[in-house]
């Protein structure tokens, strides 16, 4: 998940009173002065790094990893790939990155590492956010909020289609640049010049090449690497319900949405259906091993179920309805998460899932964006619906005939597809049972008091994640934290490698020593973590991380098909790409919570937000590991940390 989130999209209300007859304000979220995709021609271009920082970035990450002897031998080979066939790779990657200047170096092998993995898309790959409750008690019905959600998402796309969107831009001077006065100026700079225009005014627009992959979009299994699948034409909304499929148009044939009240009455429609749940649900096979998938899908095909297919590939977006309410924050991860496989459909760009009890959120699918797009998708969907909500709990749904509106999807399986399914439920089943979540909320403290201290509020977090794993399990192991570049054209994620010397010698002396030192001397261990971090991740969002050109150098080796160098073969490299510990952050006013699962077997996954006053953390592990634990010491960690900024001893 793209995590050091730049930018919460302003969003421009229109007025209360709404027309939905015809295609007028009631279509749109807003009219940006600015057309959405204004910048995008003059975005910067993601750098390649020079070798030479890239190596020495390199080899920093790895210092906290190795004993002296292993660092030795690594360094040696870092320096010997820098001086031969890493250089002979670099110049053909700069080469052919100036050959292509409509992208970035990282776009090609990105979506390849994507769409070439063969395991599972759930709990492998797909994030989840869920979203705050409606602030009215009255409008969580599922109903309600199913059809002002959908009604939203709507318009987001609509907006976002008409180019009237407000184009995602990242403020550090919104006194001048948020402003209707700029806005008018630099609306009439060219689109080839529009960045510098901002950037005079420490504006920094946001890459959104990735947002038409929102809708009518899904990930297609194919043997060795999937595709990405778009078709704008289709105007049919998915549901499912009970592992079964419905469909029906949310724009007419000239493209104006739907009056809200039709809507409700076919969700209604669908929410009342007493059909009994699939036998078979399709749904599960979106969980399966992707080449598995590939060839049940090709199946599926050859048994006469090619129009079913194409309304599922081709749907707005997927909006799936569970029969039950959520009782709690760690259950409501598992829904979001992974839920159940029979109303879920993984493939397509996200699911908008909405519980018995009207509680939202969105698991997606990540090979074709990153947080950034989604996050503005919730952000806007959620204002939208919660203050200007399209029905309302006295709203009387439209008096149609959804018996012919809405279509139930029925599909022929032969023996051997029902076998598929079968067998997938149970995969999937035998996943789930391993999977733990777990969360923790610490309220002694947050970014206000962190600034304060001049602090920097990601720094403490990922400490407190370092100090917690030393502290279970007395050792120091490659972390992955996300961040997004998407200040460049085509920018995808940078890794910032939280775990570093400044980290792992804090850490000792706060789990293993706390007494030999001063509370001046713990607080000055934590203010040089705090400079060292910010300076990583100010690397990573300006693209000049490691992670990203070692890899696309790699890329370009295989591609060519040039022997890997050691350099790649060495155990320290392996080791450094094996994140046990893998982590992502976000706040926003629309999401309550986040999260994905852990990328290794033996891994967390953390998901992560620093509020004002308060820190909340929830983390996804398989047995091998304690997550329980594992967020107990977190808590101490975090403790620890706080009094020793407010002045206190450390506690035993």
């Given amino acids: 998940m793209a995590a050091r989130q730049l930018a919460v999209g302003r969003v421009v209300l229109g007025c209360w009173r709404r027309a939905y007859s015809s295609a007028g304000a009631a279509e749109f979220l807003h009219r940006s002065i600015v057309p959405t995709m204004h910048y995008q021609k003059s975005l910067p271009r993601l750098p390649v790094p020079k070798l030479e920082d890239t190596i020495r970035r ?56 994507y769409l070439k993995a063969r395991e599972p898309v759930v709990l492998n790959f797909n994030a989840f956010m869920s979203f705050n409750p409606d602030p009215k008690s009255e409008y969580n019905d599922q109903l309600i909020r199913a ?72 990930r297609l299994p194919k043997l060795n690497r999937d595709e990405l699948y778009t078709d704008e034409k289709a105007k049919h909304l998915l549901v499912l319900r009970k592992g079964n499929f419905y469909i029906f148009d949310v724009l007419d044939k000239d493209g104006n949405m739907l009056k809200p009240s039709e809507i409700q009455a076919h969700l209604k429609y669908i929410l009342s259906d007493n059909s009994p749940a699939s036998a078979f649900p399709l749904g599960y096979l979106s969980s399966e091993n992707r080449d598995t998938w590939a060839l049940l899908r090709k199946d599926l095909l050859d048994n006469g179920n090619e129009e079913a297919l194409r309304k599922i590939d081709s749907a707005v977006f997927c909006l799936s309805l569970d ?11 598992h829904t979001m998460l992974h839920g159940d496989a029979a109303n879920r459909w993984y493939d397509k760009s996200f699911n908008l899932i909405i519980a018995k009890d009207g509680t939202a959120g969105i698991n997606f699918e990540h090979s074709w964006g990153d947080g950034v797009a989604v996050l503005r998708f919730q952000n806007e969907v959620f204002k939208d619906s919660t203050e200007i909500p399209a029905v309302s709990p006295q ?44 969360m923790i909320q610490f309220h002694e403290g947050g970014k206000e008091l962190l600034k304060q201290k001049k602090v920097s509020p990601d720094a403490v977090a990922q400490l407190a994640f370092q100090m917690a794993f030393l502290r279970q399990y007395n050792q120091t192991v490659a972390t992955y934290e996300s961040c997004s570049t998407a200040a460049f054209k085509h920018g995808r994620t940078e890794t910032i490698r939280p775990a570093s010397i400044h980290t792992k010698k804090c850490s000792e002396a706060f789990v293993r020593e706390p007494s030999k030192h001063s509370t001046e001397e713990l607080q000055e261990l934590i203010v ?15 693209g000049q991380g490691f992670d990203r050109h070692l890899f696309g150098l790699r890329y370009l080796a295989l591609s060519k098909g040039i022997a890997l160098p050691d350099f790649y073969q060495d155990q320290a490299y392996v080791r450094l790409n094996y994140n046990i510990i893998s982590t992502s952050t976000l706040v926003s006013p629309a999401v309550q919570l986040g999260g994905f ?34 967020l107990q010491c977190v808590y101490k ?16």
Wanted: aromatic share 12%; charged share 25%.
């Fill in 147 to 218: 059809t002002n959600m959908t009604v939203s998402a709507i318009r987001f796309m609509k907006t976002f289609r008409a180019g009237y969107l407000e184009p995602e831009v990242f403020h550090l001077n919104p006194e001048k640049s948020d402003t209707q006065l700029f806005k008018k100026i630099i609306r009439f700079v060219p689109s080839s010049l529009s960045w510098f225009g901002a950037y005079m005014v420490n504006a920094y627009p946001l890459d959104m090449s990735q947002y038409f992959r929102l809708f009518n979009s899904t």
């Fill in 395 to 438: 709203s009387q749904p439209a008096s149609v005939d959804s018996s012919t509106a809405v279509q139930k999807l029925e599909f022929k399986l032969n023996d051997a597809l029902k076998a598929g399914i079968t067998k997938a439920k149970q995969n999937f089943d035998a996943s789930v049972e391993g999977l733990s979540l777990n």
């Fill in 597 to 630: 699962g852990p990328v290794v077997p033996d891994g967390f996954g953390l998901g992560y937000q620093v509020h004002d006053d308060w820190i909340g953390c929830n983390v996804s592990s398989y047995p091998t590991r304690n997550g329980k634990e594992f």
């Fill in 58 to 113: 390199y080899l920093n990450a790895q210092k906290p990893l190795l004993n002296d002897d292993q660092f030795r031998k690594t360094e040696e080979l870092a320096h010997q790939f820098e001086k031969g066939i890493g250089r002979e790779l670099h110049e053909q990657l700069v080469a052919q990155d100036n050959q292509n200047k409509h992208t970035s170096y990282i776009t090609g092998p990105w979506f390849d590492m």
């Fill in 637 to 652: 960690s975090l403790e620890d940390i706080f009094n020793v900024l407010k002045g206190k001893k450390v506690g035993s």
């Fill in 323 to 333: 029969d039950f309410p959520i009782k709690d924050f760690v259950h409501l991860s």
């Fill in 528 to 542: 040089e973590c705090s400079k060292y971090h910010g300076r990583l991740t100010k690397e990573a969002a300006m």
